[in-house]
Nanobody, 124 residues
Framework: QVQLVESGGGSVQTGGSLRLSCAVS????????MAWFRQASGKERQFVAA????????NYADSVKGRFTISRDNAKNTVYLQMNSLKVEDTAVYYC?????????????????WGQGTQVTVSS
């Protein structure tokens, strides 16, 4: 059974940085596309960023482009989300997701495996 465990969330002030990690076990990490989504209180879960299994393709939501960077270490079975210049509107629960198929879709229904989420709170 594939398991995803996020870590690295916390509370920061506007303009600060955080690095999220997602460790994957129970599957062949190098064959999964990986993504980060987030869900603010009272809102739907939305796409943040995704990275292909070979690291060469990356997609970002327009709202985080230029501030967030997704990366992966296939030797450590881990995907990362470096978040810089954080804004209050980045406050949400951040979820890691994986899919064994090709492509980096932005819909939640297209991703097979999910972590439990980690809270990120940005205050002014």
């Amino acid at each position: 059974q594939v398991q995803l465990v996020e870590s690295g969330g916390g509370s920061v002030q506007t303009g600060g940085s955080l690095r999220l990690s997602c460790a994957v076990s129970g599957g062949i990490f190098s064959t999964y596309g990986m993504a980060w989504f987030r869900q603010a209180s009272g809102k739907e879960r939305q796409f943040v960023a995704a990275i292909s299994r070979d690291r060469y393709n990356r997609n970002y939501a327009d709202s985080v482009k230029g501030r967030f960077t997704i990366s992966r270490d296939n030797a450590k079975n881990t995907v990362y989300l470096q978040m810089n210049s954080l804004k209050v509107e980045d406050t949400a629960v951040y979820y890691c997701a994986a899919r064994p198929s090709l492509g980096l879709p932005r819909g939640t229904d297209d991703w097979n495996y999910w972590g439990q989420g980690t809270q990120v709170t940005v205050s002014s």
